[in-house]
């Protein structure tokens, strides 16, 4: 229980000292019921992150805070260890006036929605953090008090009516869904209501340099946007995976548009015998050991009934016997995408052929960095020389 009581008092002291980037009272209530437009979206983001700056430049850590942080949860922090959180980051010890007013806000631009379930998971976090703290306010505790409790006092506080979160449960941050489905979180009263959620890119100029970080933005009813900080390592990782995951399913439709429309040609009688590979280039340049005969006009309008978003991707299909075994797509043109890969099966490589079946492996954690340029090269190379394979 002790450890819980370590984990929740470092949660609730880092959670007033981390550098957000901002939020700004939002005066028309009427934004709350829908989504702004882009364009105000992006006005209000760049004077969110615009206000933060102003706050690092005067070395005001509870500004910082408030940054990011419900007003009432930062009211409440402060008011129980505004002594603690001041000595946790002296900013007089740190110098940040020039990068401040060197700093200049390029630009700031809405790339996504973020997922639904991840921002309950926010509301829960915050929630929580807020009826704990009046706990603690209401019974006068310091943080000290709080990690001087017996097992009986810790249990008949807030903590002690959610402590199989913390005792019980493996939460595995990079899956907000399984979180929210398990029920779990139930336990917790929703004290916020978060209206809104976005990644955003923000672009800084500084000392001649710019640099693009993605952040995640979230609002809160009556507020206006903060900055989502305390989850933000998780929330990278959570965005990177969906990519991938996203990636992996192109790669699955692609894999089953092909099969059906080599099983509709073969019903035509065409010929679709044969190991090769049949790629997006239109002009035929990721194509190999296609026989001449093989009706590419009509695979591909087939191809576009099954699966409507070919264009989306670039991507090579290795068919053999009559059914696309292996699929490889990627989406170089979109900066978001641009250095990963969708697979199918998932996290395969090529991996042998006899002459007569292709068949893919597993791959190892080096060639899971292998490029679009590569898997294709050394699945033309297998397709020319049979019973060739990386163990042999």
């Known amino acids: ?68 942080l419900p007003d009432d949860l930062s009211d409440s922090l402060f008011n129980i260890a505004a002594d603690d959180i001041n000595n946790l980051m002296d900013m007089e010890d740190i110098d940040l006036s020039d990068a401040a007013n060197t700093g200049k806000l390029i630009s700031v631009e809405r790339t996504e929605d973020i997922d639904k379930n991840y921002l309950t998971l926010i509301e829960k976090v915050f929630s929580f953090a807020k009826t704990f703290a009046d706990y603690m306010e209401k019974n006068d505790l310091s943080f000290e008090d709080f990690e001087e409790m017996d097992e009986e006092e810790l249990l008949n506080s807030p903590l002690g009516d959610i402590k199989d979160i913390f005792e019980d449960t493996d939460l595995n941050l990079s899956s907000p869904e399984d979180i929210v489905s398990s029920g779990i979180l139930d336990k917790i009263e929703t004290r916020y209501s978060i209206t809104d959620g976005c990644m955003a890119e923000v672009t800084i100029e500084a000392d001649g340099e710019t640099q693009t970080i993605e952040l995640p933005f979230y609002k809160i009813k009556g507020e206006g946007w903060h900055c989502e900080m305390i989850l933000y390592p998780a929330m990278i990782g959570y965005v990177k995976k969906s990519k991938q995951s996203s990636l992996n399913v192109s790669a699955s439709s692609l894999n089953k548009a092909a099969s059906s429309a080599l099983a509709d040609m073969e019903e035509q009688g065409l010929d679709i015998d044969g190991t090769y590979i049949i790629g997006s280039d239109s002009n035929g340049g990721l194509n190999h050991n296609v026989k001449s005969d093989f009706d590419m006009e009509t695979f591909s309008e087939t191809m576009n009934e099954f699966y409507s978003d070919l264009s989306d991707s670039d991507y090579f299909l290795v068919i053999s016997g009559g059914v696309c075994e292996y699929a490889v797509c990627a989406r170089p043109d979109d900066e978001d995408f641009a250095e990963l890969l969708g697979t199918y099966p998932i996290k395969s490589v090529p991996g042998s052929f006899d002459g007569s079946f292709f068949e893919s492996k597993p791959a190892t954690t080096d060639e899971e960095k292998l490029t679009f340029q590569e898997l294709y090269d050394m699945s033309a190379e297998l397709i020319d020389n049979p019973s060739t394979s990386d163990d042999e």
Not at 20 to 32: A, L, R
């Open 1 to 68: 229980m002790k450890k819980i009581v370590a984990s929740f008092t470092a949660f609730i002291c880092a959670a007033s000292i981390f550098t957000g980037c901002g939020k700004i009272d939002d005066k028309d209530d009427k934004k709350d019921s829908g989504k702004q437009s882009e364009q105000a979206l992006e006005n209000d983001l760049e004077d969110a992150i615009q206000n933060v700056l102003d706050a690092v430049n005067e070395k005001d850590i509870k500004k910082i805070a408030y940054s990011f």
